[in-house]
């Protein structure tokens, strides 16, 4: 079956511009992570959606990042006039449901992101 | 600093060793996971620990934690070339904080053939 998808793989705008990142998660997955990962570092949560529940935002690091997932399904995540140092790879990942930490969550590729 | 901090940050070892990389984490947790992650992209899960376990195997792998030194370690026996990529450990954020899953800043492992 298709894994997680990503969108675009590679993103390169101009400071002040606003980028939008897709990911399509594995069908069925209720929940949906986003996460953020500059070069050479870990992984830097964003957001989680689960169902129909609302989202826990408490990783966006700044009010020009928001996040909506549509139908439970897919997810954009948009970044408001980036800045450079929204350089990174952004993640995202899905897992069958919240298990308290022990849920397995399968990860897209990634998407580049770099700002000029 | 993140709540899971891998040591050491890189790792270079001979084909056919033991690779050992250890996690340090600074809240209780309900579950511990190592995660494979190659030339950047996606990751990759490995194994998952619970917090009442204390040692689990999969394969070459071997993972254990140890909750009073908020610790844990992955060894990697008889390595492989394509066993290089980097490794991270993931924790929940307890029972208070919500759905995060926190990752530490992983260990970059190189095995040379």
């Known amino acids: 079956g298709a894994g997680v998808s990503q969108s675009p793989s590679n993103k390169v705008t101009e400071k002040g511009k606003d980028v939008e990142l897709r990911c399509d998660p594995i069908s069925g997955h209720t929940a949906l992570y986003w996460y953020r990962q500059s070069l050479g570092q870990g992984l830097e949560f964003l957001i989680y959606?689960?169902?129909?529940?609302?989202?826990?935002k408490s990783g966006l690091p700044s009010d020009r990042f928001s996040a909506e997932r549509t139908g439970g399904s897919v997810s954009t995540l948009t970044i408001q006039r980036t800045q450079q140092e929204d350089s990174a790879v952004y993640l995202c990942?899905?897992?069958?449901?919240?298990?308290?930490?022990?849920?397995?969550?399968?990860f897209g590729p990634g998407t580049r992101l770099l700002v000029l | 600093s993140q709540q899971g901090e891998e040591d050491p940050q890189a790792l270079s070892i001979q084909e056919g060793e033991n690779a050992t990389m250890n996690c340090s984490y600074k809240t209780s947790i309900n579950n511990l996971q190592w995660y494979r992650q190659n030339s950047g992209r996606g990751l990759v899960h490995l194994i998952l620990i619970r917090s009442n376990e204390r040692e689990k195997h999969s394969g070459r792998l071997r993972v254990t934690l140890d909750t009073s030194k908020k610790s844990s370690s992955l060894l990697i026996t008889a390595s492989r070339a394509a066993d290089t990529a980097s490794y991270f450990c993931?924790?929940?954020?307890?029972?208070?904080?919500?759905?995060?899953?926190?990752f530490g800043a992983g260990t970059r492992l190189f095995v040379k053939a």
């Open positions: 959606f689960q169902g129909n529940s609302a989202p826990d």
């Open positions: 990942a899905s897992s069958q449901e919240w298990r308290g930490g022990r849920e397995t969550q399968y």
């Open positions: 993931a924790t929940d954020a307890g029972n208070t904080g919500g759905f995060k899953t926190i």
